[in-house]
């Protein structure tokens, strides 16, 4: 079984084909009706939210990298610390 019909992609674009097709009132934007019929507002731009998506991710692994170098440097601070008491 193919990837589409597992994921029943095939079904779904099969339905709002025939609902197109026996649609009496032809939408002027066939695709932003499919669209809408599928789901997916009409409007939406995927590369700008693909953009945001990749920005988000790097920020997310800049800041994973940030706290892991706290973490480390913590610590540091803490064997530091601990070592100083035990001159006591």
């Not at 990749?54 to 920020?59: G, H, M, V």
């Amino acid at each position: 079984m193919a990837y589409q019909e597992r994921g029943g992609v095939i079904d779904a674009l099969t339905k709002v084909l025939v609902l197109l097709y026996e649609e009496p009132d032809k939408p002027p934007h066939a695709l932003d009706w499919i669209r809408s019929q599928l789901g997916a507002p009409a409007g939406v731009d995927v590369e700008a939210i693909r953009r945001d998506n990749k920005q988000l991710a790097d920020q997310v692994k800049e800041l994973q990298a940030e706290n892991q170098n706290l973490l480390n440097r913590l610590r540091e601070l803490e064997v530091q610390h601990d070592d100083g008491i035990d001159d006591y």
